[in-house]
């Protein structure tokens, strides 16, 4: 076979069968192949490389399965450097396939050149380029493997064009089970059990490698027999959600739940990397308490912040050994103090359009952008189960909303799909309403239309004196118009009825819609807590 035809018959062998790209030059052989193989492999095509990328991303987040993306050599490459980046710092599978130029010509700045290898180093789990031809199936097989084992992660295979011309041979093989390595042992497990039974206020915090592990049955066992407080990180919401969860932490945490990490003697970390958002004072998290970390990378034990005890291993893996060690316990006291902190205010628009939509479709899986927008749905919307809420977490990424939303309603047309956005990040994104058009992909979109870069001027107002250097976005778009160009129905919001009766008549609808929501560009997200605070000094509250 050519080492185009390989490649393909490599993606089958590990199950794709959906992936999004957009051709050019050095990739043509693969798209020929894809040309070939439309029956058996169905590409997206998105207006950019980027799109793409978060396509893949929110196929991956929505399934579990590993997300696959096309891109051509030089900018194509590029392009897909971003998404990468927002895939690798929330630890979601994805495999990255470039083109490059022949291999006489690397190193030579040949047109459309360009070393994605040496580009993306820093924001892969792996990467390679194929030089041998028989070595690309293989290649292929290793990188799904990588991608998908321990703490997941997006891996790059750069492939020059002369390669994928060439003829080799193909051997089809069975894909091979992703390995855990599981580095604890029974003595760590008991050793885990003694300082659990020693405290006398623990409280569960969940990070995003619960849902990655499937572990949300052990979290509730675990939470019922320690009749502990349950809170979360953004990107551990869903994992979890009884009487005793408090919801998120950090800078835009609910009071209840910073306080009770506070007022805790214990903190069970379970997948979480206690990022600067979640902890940043870290000195704050030390004093009076313990910290027993459990975590399948060992690269961030004691990273960020030191703990007292640690478990390195998968966490249903961890916590299926551990529960058996652990007595039923009560905790009452502690429980009732952090019940007393559950606020409760006037209601604003944004928070009214978020229980809007959960009392009209529960079920929904809410994608975000990145700003308040993204805060309003953490702290507003009562995520049930892991996978319903895709967000760039860590690397914060605006214009992650629609590519991701495409690619999460493709992966599962039945399930109704709401993207959240703002009008900052749309402006960076609504390229890709060309996807939507051309697929014709049923999503909701959101707008929250404040007419600012809210979260960016919610901190001019706080820190900057009110000085609102190119914060205002001076809005001219003209949503309707922009909705009609590309095909959507369109609503406008100023008041929660208007948003409810466009919210039905939404999820009724066979096609996309495009939601106007009419935002005071002085709703700010609260509470707040300040980069360098500790988790109970609101600056905002």
């Known amino acids: 076979m050519k080492g185009a035809k390989i490649l393909i018959e490599a993606l089958l062998e590990q199950g794709v069968d959906t992936c999004f790209g957009y051709p050019g030059g050095k990739i043509l052989d693969v798209y020929d192949q894809l040309y070939m193989y439309k029956d058996k492999i169905r590409h997206i095509l998105t207006a950019h490389e980027q799109g793409a ?67 993306t180093l820093p924001i892969t789990k792996h990467n390679v380029i194929v030089r041998d031809i028989d070595r690309l199936a293989d290649t292929v097989r290793e990188a799904f493997r990588i991608a998908k084992e321990g703490r997941p992660g997006p891996v790059l295979i750069d492939i020059p064009s002369d390669v994928l011309k060439m ?91 910073n306080f009770s990490l506070v007022k805790s003697d214990l903190i069970i970390a379970v997948g979480t990397r206690f990022n600067d958002r979640v902890a940043s004072n870290s000195g704050s998290y030390g004093k009076n308490k313990k910290i027993l970390h459990i975590d399948v990378d060992k690269a961030e034990i004691n990273k960020n912040l030191i703990s007292h005890y640690n478990i390195v291993g998968d966490a249903k893996a961890v916590l299926k050994e551990l529960l058996p060690k652990l007595k039923q316990r009560e905790n009452t006291e502690f429980m009732e103090e952090v019940r007393l902190k559950v606020q409760t205010r006037e209601k604003i ?38 996978r319903q809420l895709l967000t760039s977490g860590g690397l914060g990424t605006m214009g992650y ?21 703002g009008d900052g990040c749309f402006g960076m994104n609504c390229n890709e309403l060309v996807t939507v058009s051309r697929y014709k992909v049923p999503i909701v979109i959101c707008l929250m239309n ?92």
């Not at 579990?64 to 051509?72: D, E, L, P, R, S």
């Not at 089970?177 to 760590?188: A, H, Q, T, W």
């Not at 919610?458 to 160009?485: C, I, M, N, P, V």
């Open 167 to 257: 003829d080799g041979e193909f051997k089809a093989k069975t894909p091979e089970k992703p390995r855990c390595r599981n580095l604890f042992s029974d003595e760590n497990i008991e050793k885990a059990a003694k300082i659990i039974g020693a405290s006398k206020r623990p409280v569960i915090l969940l990070g995003g490698g619960c849902g990655i592990s499937g572990c949300e049955k052990e979290i509730e066992e675990l939470s019922s027999a320690l009749n502990a407080p349950v809170v979360s990180t953004l990107m551990g919401l869903g994992s979890y959600n009884k009487e005793n969860f408090f919801g998120l932490i950090g800078m835009h945490g609910k009071r209840a739940a």
């Open 401 to 421: 909303g629609l590519g991701a939303a495409i690619g999460a309603k493709l992966a599962d047309e039945k399930r109704s799909v709401t993207l959240i956005t």
């Open 450 to 541: 404040n007419g600012v870069l809210g979260m960016v001027r919610q901190w001019q107002t706080l820190f900057y004196d009110r000085h609102y250097s190119h914060t205002d976005l001076g809005e001219t778009t003209d949503y309707e118009a922009l909705a009609k160009a590309y095909g959507l129905q369109y609503a406008k919001a100023e008041n929660e009825k208007q948003f409810k009766d466009a919210y039905a008549n939404a999820i009724k609808s066979s096609g996309p819609v495009l939601i106007n929501c009419i935002i005071g560009k002085d709703e700010n997200v609260a509470p707040m807590v300040s980069g360098s605070g500790t988790a109970d000094k609101y600056i905002l509250d």
């Open 349 to 386: 628009f944004p928070q009214e359009i978020m229980e809007a939509i959960e009392e009209l479709n529960p079920d929904t899986t809410m994608v975000t952008d990145v700003g308040q927008h993204q805060m309003w749905a953490a702290q507003y919307f009562n995520f049930k189960r892991y």
């Open 53 to 119: 990328a978060h396509a893949a991303d929110g196929y991956a987040r929505l399934t579990g399965k590993v997300g696959v993306c096309f891109a051509t050599s030089g900018p194509g490459a590029t392009n897909l450097v971003t998404g990468i980046a927002t895939a690798y710092m929330d630890s979601v599978p994805m495999v990255a396939i470039t083109a490059n130029v022949p291999r006489n010509l690397i190193g030579t700045d040949a047109f459309q050149e360009v070393d994605i290898v040496g580009i």
